[in-house]
């Protein structure tokens, strides 16, 4: 009898153990084909190239979370967004500025992980709902000078206060007018500001998926 029941112990063992290497197979195929089937529907902006400052503020630890979350600073958008994108850089550049680039399209995995830190809808969509960073339809900026030196704007990005309001009076004359510099900019590029944040812009244009869409990373993008 205990011959039998020891043999059916490690029969249950090397099902359990089958099932889950089945499961694992099951994740990896699955995140494979997200990352082949969403792979075409998005255009990497390629930051260097454009002059573009690139501070993709997940791809390191000094953000809020303190903790890096992307696997490297790479901005991707759906292909109209990043083409408004560009129209707004040229933008800039006409007015001998730079777009300096804090986030773009955001993983929904992402999402929860910063709500549960911030766990304010005000400044991070509730998971449930999703935000447009995770229809890649936003972009997180700011403005630097010709040699690539930050504006003022009064406060920092991911400033989860009342100064990051687009119409806060505490701020000085000329980081106001760095605002606004930013906002129409950007909206006439096709965005939409959020007042809330003074760095979010919104492209309402056209209606995405969310999506779950990893980008991957090589050698020389790896941080």
């Known amino acids: 009898m205990k011959t039998i029941l020891a043999i059916l112990g490690v029969l249950v063992l090397l099902l359990l153990g089958t099932s889950t290497v089945t499961d694992q197979k099951r994740t990896n195929d699955f995140h494979q084909e997200l990352v082949m089937k969403d792979s075409s529907d998005w255009k990497e902006i390629n930051m260097d190239a454009k002059g573009m400052v690139n501070k993709m503020a997940y791809a390191d630890?000094?953000?809020?979370?303190?903790q890096k979350i992307y696997p490297c600073a790479k901005c991707f958008l759906r292909p109209e967004v990043a083409e408004a994108l560009?129209?707004?850089?040229?933008?800039a550049s006409q007015k001998n500025m730079k777009?300096?680039?804090?986030?773009?399209?955001r993983p929904y995995g992402y999402q929860q992980k910063m709500f549960e830190i911030v766990n304010n809808p005000k400044y991070v969509a509730p998971p449930g709902k999703g935000s447009n960073h995770n229809r890649g339809a936003a972009v997180d900026l700011s403005l630097a000078d010709n040699q690539g030196?930050?504006?003022d704007m009064g406060n920092e990005f991911d400033d989860f206060s009342s100064l990051s309001y687009y119409i806060s009076d505490?701020?000085?004359a000329k980081a106001?007018?760095?605002r606004k510099q930013l906002r129409d900019i950007?909206?006439?590029a096709g965005f939409t500001p959020y007042d809330n944040e003074w760095w979010h812009f919104d492209y309402r244009k056209k209606r995405y998926e969310t999506s779950d869409f990893r980008w991957e990373c090589d050698d020389k993008t790896q941080q």
């Open 61 to 66: 630890t000094a953000n809020f979370m303190g």
């Open 86 to 91: 560009e129209k707004a850089n040229t933008l």
């Open 99 to 105: 777009l300096v680039i804090f986030d773009c399209y």
């Open 149 to 151: 030196n930050l504006l």
């Open 170 to 172: 505490k701020i000085s």
């Open 176 to 178: 106001q007018n760095n």
């Open 186 to 188: 950007m909206k006439e």
